[in-house]
């Protein structure tokens, strides 16, 4: 890569970076975690180049192990699902007994009970003052316990309060010891799996307590440590180049596990402390507007465009601040029982209504420019930003709020206007979230799984694929006329159209953003391409000359 395109590769990693950064520093900088000496050892752990390793090699290590660390990010059920996940290849090898943080050694009676099943979970969760001392979601504890009963594996309760402040935790390390090294005291032989803050876990802390009281018992235990979604590893992969795996080593004793991204975990850490904040009920939705205006604004970032200095004219008529406009924001529950009302209430179709819902409940992510709403389904970096992408089209083309005009009477041009709005949804979810950028941003997984049934229902099954060769095969002519093979999909029917369209545009935001990584569109140049208004008539040819790669598009 020229000397050009590695620096500019570098800048898009660098924002990406920096994007999960600043909402790292919001939500964690408040208390003075990030500075404080008790988390210094953590960082030296996780900073160690890791390489790629396989779950196989994990089983394997952690199967061997007297002591098995779990670093546990509270915020993020997949991290306590991962737990449950790593039980069963545990359990295989005989003994195992598993230790948890999040209830109190006190406790234990009716945690015992919880699992004998004799305490049903609304009760349990009010008897350790479950939301009051802990108040993480429940659900992946939730599931861990349940693994943990499936298979017969007894669950220690490892804390002591108070879990406030920093001037607990080395207490807090110390009682764990002592719980943890009675239970490997009782009996030698069992293996013994710990999920624990993985501050906790940095060999300073928990683990050298628990080495020494053993050792002074006469007893010596390998041990392995897994940590969940480490970011400095995670930022690693992605400088060398290399795909984030779902396993890394460190050493032969220290594992990471990626499930999640930077981004989306500090979100859910987000999400955790407005319930707290605002006293929301756990049967609640949290509200994502801060989260979604916080992707827009990474995108403003990259077209280098200041919201509160920006002025835009609305398709309604007037003018206002950019800042000003960002979108209504509605998720879970709500975003689905609105969805219909308000896309009806500004003259969408039935037809529209209906493909609407099925794309929010395939994509989990829908903007709708009439309304200025963006609905989601739950917090999906990569595509709320790419769904934010489509309000910054709008609004930056004057069609914010515009009223329908019937649209080009001709199919071909609709399509290739389709084409050319999901290329820069496709771009804006990949120049945020790397995961969009590996995976070829957001028609993969459930959305093509939706565009490709659409397909096989229209059309027979292959034809995607066979359309999507074709048009590759006529990109590099020089020709101008779209051939009849290509016209055919096209003017056939609305969703056959709206797929094919789906597909090709995330085609062209995979060009666009290789565009941005070799240096060769800047800010200038996105600016240009969101603000576009694209006259319908030369949607085809703007759109095949930036897939051919010719300036002036």
Known sequence: ?????TRAAQQVLARQREAAERLKREVLGADGSLGHPYFRGLNRRIRRRPVAATLADLERACASAGVVWIGDFHALPSCQRFAADLLVSLRAAGGLALGVEFVYTRQQG???????GSLDDAAFLKRIHYREEWGYPWEGYRDLLDRARSLHVPVFALDAPPRRGFEGLARRDEHASRRIAAIAAEDPRRQIAVLFGESHLAPTHLPARVRARLARRGIGRREVTVFQDPDPAYWQFLREGAPVPAVARFDAGGFAVFHTT??????AYRQVLERWREDVPPDEEVDLTPAVHHLIGVLLGWLGIDPRKRRVRHGAGWEEDLADTFPEVYSGPEARELIGPILEEHGRSREEVREARTLLASQGAVYEARSNTLFLVRYLPG??????????????????FAAADGGPADSLARAYGSVFNEALAGLGARLVDPASSAAGGQATGEVAAFAGAVLRHADGAGIRTRWMEEHRRFETTRGSRIPAELLGPLRSSRETRRAL???????????????????????RDLRRLFSRKLDPSK????????LRGESGC
């Open 110 to 116: 009716l945690l015992d009970r919880r699992q004998a």
């Open 1 to 5: 890569m020229p000397p050009r395109a």
């Open 383 to 400: 595509r709320a930003a790419g769904e934010g992408a489509r309000f910054l089209r709008a609004v930056l083309s004057g069609r914010l």
């Open 262 to 267: 930077p981004l989306a975990k500090y979100e």
């Open 539 to 546: 949607a085809q040819r703007v759109v095949i000359g930036l």
């Open 501 to 523: 369209a789906r597909d090709l545009g995330q085609r062209l935001g995979a060009v666009l953003f290789e565009g941005v990584r070799s240096g060769r569109l800047g800010p």
